[in-house]
Every structure is written in C-alpha cells, then in structure tokens.
C-alpha cells in the first residue's frame, strides 16, 4: 500500500471524478452560486468526459516516447561503450526544461500545425529530464556486490541488464516517470491555445466568459487526474521496491 491517499479516500476520489465526468448535470446545484444569472454552471461547449480521455491519451503518449528515449538514452550512457556521450544526452534531455512549454508551441505550430501534434511535442520534451536522471541513477547506484555475482554466474552484459540492473532500478525509474506524467497533465491544458482538445477548453471558456464555475471544473478534474494517477504509481513504486 501506498504512503500517498489512503485507501477509502483515494475510491472516494475517483468516485467523485466518474460521477462528475459520467453525470456533471448533478453537481450543478453545488456550481450554480460561482456563476452569474442566466449563466451555463456545467461545462456546455462540449463533453468533459470526452475531453478528459483525450487529455489523458495525449499525456499517455507523449510520456511513453518520453520514456522510451530517456531509458534508451539512459542505458547507451551508463555503459562503457556510450560513457562519452554523458554531456551531449543530458543537453538534448533538458531542452525540455530550458524552453517553456508555450515557446515549444509557438515554435511548433508553425511546422506541424494547429492540434495535438504540437501539444504532444512540448510534453514529449519537458518529460524527458526527470526519466532520464532517474533512470540514469538506478542503474549507476546499484549494490556492487549484486554485479559481482552477476558476472560471477557468467551472465553477458545483455543479461545482466535485463535480468538485474532494470528490475533493481525499476523503482527509481518508475518514480522519474510518475514524476514526469504529473508534469505533463498540468502542462497539456495549454495545449488548449493551439486547438488540441485537452481540458484546458474547459478552463480558456471560463476565463474568457468570466465563469469561475468553468474554471474550477477543468482545474479539479486535472488536480483530480494528477493525485490518483500519482498516488496509483507511488504504490506500484513501493511494490516494486519491495520485490527488489
């Protein structure tokens, strides 16, 4: 079990979540007093469950090339053969970190176009850092002992790396990608200001109309998204720890 939400309150939470997405129309009672006469509580400009899978697809994606790359990248440096290539790898991962996710778009959009593409290229950068060095320092702090009786046994560098290093490091390497989802489901609400369909919709309609009720709904079911997917990776982190 987790250390994050407990257990009756994390099922509370997505409860509340499935029942807000499946039956918004049920909380309007609760969002009427944040909106002016006359003005729409729930979310009217499209459906808040649709926009909540394709904001998680677009997460979804981008962090598993993220992590594809980091942990590619991640393994060639921490072995003799792509030590050299150390600096050059930790430059290309924290382009991400060096522009703004709204630079990236800006400088996307005109290359790739209005939509998902450019949304998908700034948090396939701005995930990279964190999978990387985590990545990176699973498997240059494992126990030397281990990797001594690894070779002991005759294992080929291949084996040792499958068969030992990533699973030792597979808990370093999942707390860097949970860490690099929750960035990337705040971030991929402003992918909204370049036509891709994420719930920052939600949040632009209610500030461009003056409805805090919008507002609140994109943010809390972002905020919502981002504490159970956090709090369901940290528990797979510590299960994994404890196998390893």
Do not use: C, W
Not at 172 to 182: C, H, M
């Amino acid at each position: 079990m987790s250390k994050g939400i407990p257990h009756v309150l994390r099922a509370g939470l997505l409860a509340l979540l499935l029942a807000f997405l499946l039956t918004p129309q049920t909380f309007e009672p609760l969002l009427k007093p944040l909106v002016q006469a006359n003005a729409p509580a729930i979310y009217n400009q499209g459906s808040l469950l649709s926009l909540t899978i394709q904001h998680l697809t677009i997460v979804l994606v981008a962090t598993l090339a993220a992590t594809i790359v980091a942990v590619s990248l991640a393994i060639l440096v921490s072995r003799p053969i792509g030590a050299e290539f150390l600096p050059l790898s930790r430059s290309l991962v924290n382009i991400g970190q060096t522009f703004p996710p709204v630079a990236v778009l800006a400088l996307a959009v005109p290359v790739l176009g209005f939509g998902e593409k450019p949304t998908l290229v700034a948090l396939f950068l701005y995930g990279l850092l964190p999978i990387f060095e985590n990545t990176l320092t699973g498997l240059t702090t494992l126990p030397p002992a281990v990797m001594e009786a690894a070779r002991g046994t005759g294992m080929t560098g291949l084996q040792r790396l499958l068969k030992i290093e990533v699973p030792l490091a597979m808990p370093v390497i999942l707390a860097g990608i949970r860490l690099s989802v929750v960035i990337s489901l705040a971030t991929a609400t402003i992918g909204s200001t370049v036509a891709a369909k994420t719930l920052g919709e939600v949040i632009i309609a209610g500030l461009q109309t003056n409805n805090l009720a919008f507002v609140l709904q994109g943010g809390l079911i972002v905020g919502a998204l981002a504490m159970l997917i956090y709090d369901g990776l940290s528990a797979v982190e510590q299960r994994l720890s404890t196998r390893a």
